[in-house]
């Protein structure tokens, strides 16, 4: 069997969950002799992917496509004609453009990560392109894979779609072998020693000014920091978040590698994941992973995902958010038995199952 990968995500990201999401299925189909499988990708900068050999080796390709929209360009020319040849027996575009349509003859799977764009779109430009594009391929795909529950409903609210054409297949774990033993920097110290942790993005429905509302009165209270990691810097607006709150000289950004991530995770009094909608929520398995406490939303996915391995605010209630935080922090017991529930809760997230489940979409629509 032959699946093609399309070069989108591989384009657009240099890391992430999506990019690592792909990269772990394409890997799994060729350890297990499905050599035929193709990333349809002329160059990338993505590092789950850097032992793949592209047909542009490096140098040329940092010469060549050193603009983002120069590498754009050119992987989708690419992308477009191996589509184009219909080669291969099923197609797994990894991102929403519908550029292959007109040329694709055989059946394509498009795997849905949220419905933010259409749930919130008051966080959104009302020129975001990705909107229509992202109707035209699902409405269009032989068969929708959703990463939870939550999406598939979010996903049949807005579109529509029969049940029958989505399977939900949950995102797999698969552990730095663990995390706690060889996946983390050893040489890596957190410049805190109490500290809460937040992970990723931090605009719109990251919730990320009411979570500081939500802290602020305990940083003042405790001697507790707080390290922000993933996101870029902080931009003007929230270093004025930070200085009206009165702890700017508490807080830290952190562009951390993954090793390093791990550490922070297993240093911190605990995750802290504010925002009002994930479609999935990969970092509450990473949490997990490194025995951190969970502290998280009560809505979306994040049940469906944490389960009893969490402990749950409303997010829209900064006052709610404060009080449970403070209850985790101070309670050793608290603590210790969100850690013993997570590393539980991670096993049911095997990364075999998710690539079997998503080998057999592809074998169904063959």
């Not at 184009?84 to 929403?96: A, C, E, I, R």
């Not at 979010?154 to 698969?174: A, M, T």
Request: hydrophobic content about 35%; charged content about 20%; overall charge positive.
């Amino acid at each position: 069997m032959k699946v093609y990968f399309d070069h989108q995500i591989f384009s657009l990201q240099r890391y992430g969950g999506i990019s690592r999401y792909f990269a772990n299925i394409y890997n799994s189909l060729q350890d297990n002799g499905h050599t035929g499988c193709k990333l349809t990708v002329l160059y990338s900068r993505n590092q789950y992917i850097q032992d793949v050999k592209f047909p542009l080796p490096t140098f040329l390709g940092e010469r060549l496509l050193r603009k983002q929209r120069k590498l754009e360009k050119w992987n989708r020319k690419y992308s477009g004609y191996l589509i184009g040849k219909n080669d291969f027996d099923v197609l797994h575009p990894t991102y929403y453009h519908p550029y292959f349509l007109t040329k694709l003859k055989k059946p394509f799977v498009i795997t849905v990560h949220d419905m933010i764009h259409e749930l919130f779109p008051e966080y959104f430009s009302p020129h975001e392109q990705y909107v229509p594009f992202k109707r035209a391929t699902i409405t269009k795909a032989d068969h929708i894979i959703a990463i939870s529950e939550s999406t598939k409903n979010d996903l049949q609210k807005v579109f529509n779609i029969p049940d029958h054409k989505i399977s939900v297949i949950h995102h797999g774990y698969q552990s730095t072998a663990p995390a706690l033993m060889s996946g983390t920097d050893h040489a890596y110290k957190s410049p805190f020693k109490d500290y809460l942790l937040f992970v990723g993005d931090r605009s719109g429905y990251k919730n990320f000014n009411r979570f500081i509302q939500a802290v602020q009165p305990l940083m003042s209270r405790y001697d507790i920091r707080l390290i922000c990691t993933g996101g870029g810097e902080f931009g003007p607006a929230e270093r004025e978040i930070l200085i009206r709150a009165g702890i700017e000289d508490k807080v830290m950004q952190i562009s951390a590698t993954e090793s390093q991530l791990n550490t922070l995770y297993q240093q911190a009094m605990a995750f802290v994941y504010p925002s009002l909608y994930e479609g999935f929520g990969l970092p509450i398995l990473e949490a997990f992973n490194n025995q951190c406490p969970v502290i998280t939303s009560n809505t979306s996915c994040f049940k469906e995902v944490a389960g009893n391995a969490a402990a749950y605010f409303d997010p829209y209630q900064p006052e709610d958010m404060t009080r449970v935080i403070d209850a985790v922090i101070n309670s050793k017991e608290t603590s210790g038995l969100l850690k013993a529930e997570g590393t539980r809760q991670l096993t049911r997230f095997p990364m075999d199952l998710c690539m079997q489940r998503t080998l057999d979409v592809y074998r169904h629509l063959v």
